[in-house]
T-cell receptor, first 114, second 115 residues
Framework: AQSVTQLDSHVSVSEGTPVLLRCNYS??????LFWYVQHPNKGLQLLLK??????LVKGINGFEAEFKKSETSFHLTKPSAHMSDAAEYFC????????????FGQGTELSVKP | SAVISQKPSRDICQRGTSLTIQCQVD?????MFWYRQQPGQSLTLIAT?????????ESGFVIDKFPISRPNLTFSTLTVSNMSPEDSSIYLC????????????FGPGTRLTVL
């Protein structure tokens, strides 16, 4: 069975400081991993995706994530937070042999202080 | 990628009534999905809707409560039947349009409040 655990339910940073959102996964298969962002009263937007082509994945808005198989982690980072980054972030795992189903983590709420 | 729209964007309904949510994709897709996001919670998959076959429901969700239609490759509906306040949630549809990948793109969601 596949699962994903987001280690922090809430992260607060100051504008201009680095962002780290932590995610660990469990999968019996070679997984696809995603990060999605949900701004208040908005739908989900795809930030980035890992599919085994490269362990360091660059996404939109300056975000990137590194796949570490030995640690079963897929942490999301950004060098410098912006006020507009305040949102809910979801780490997601997919097993393509699972019929395309996505398994969502519980989400991490990112707050950015001025 | 894909652009996905949903209607209505929000609704307030009375207990015991039903609401049908529409999902439109700007390209033809084989796989569409419906999710529920309860207040303050993550997303839970309700069902997978493939064109030409009956929807496949996840554990805890049944067709009588959440009937789904998939009449063509760009459109799907989800009905929330005999609603109760516990059905108050955001309902999102998604599609996987990119051949050979499992990337899903999401609609903006329908915010449902049941009184």
């Amino acid at each position: 069975a596949q699962s994903v655990t987001q280690l922090d339910s809430h992260v607060s940073v100051s504008e201009g400081t680095p962002v780290l959102l932590r995610c660990n996964y469990s999968s019996s298969y070679s997984p696809s991993l995603f990060w999605y962002v949900q701004h208040p009263n908005k739908g989900l937007q795809l930030l980035l995706k890992y599919t085994s082509a490269a362990t360091l994945v660059k996404g939109i808005n300056g975000f990137e994530a590194e796949f570490k198989k030995s640690e079963t982690s897929f942490h999301l980072t950004k060098p410098s937070a912006h006020m507009s980054d305040a949102a809910e972030y979801f780490c997601v795992v997919s097993g393509w042999n699972q019929g395309g189903k996505l398994i969502f983590g519980q989400g991490t709420e990112l707050s950015v202080k001025p | 990628s894909a652009v996905i729209s949903q209607k209505p964007s929000r609704d307030i309904c009375q207990r015991g009534t039903s609401l049908t949510i529409q999902c439109q994709v700007d390209s033809q897709v084989t796989m569409m999905f419906w999710y529920r996001q309860q207040p303050g919670q993550s997303l839970t998959l309700i069902a997978t809707a493939n064109q030409g076959s009956e929807a496949t429901y996840e554990s805890g969700f049944v067709i009588d409560k959440f009937p789904i239609s998939r009449p063509n490759l760009t459109f799907s509906t989800l009905t929330v039947s005999n609603m109760s306040p516990e059905d108050s949630s955001i309902y999102l549809c998604s599609a996987a349009p990119d051949r050979g990948t499992d990337t899903q793109y999401f609609g903006p969601g329908t915010r449902l409040t049941v009184l």
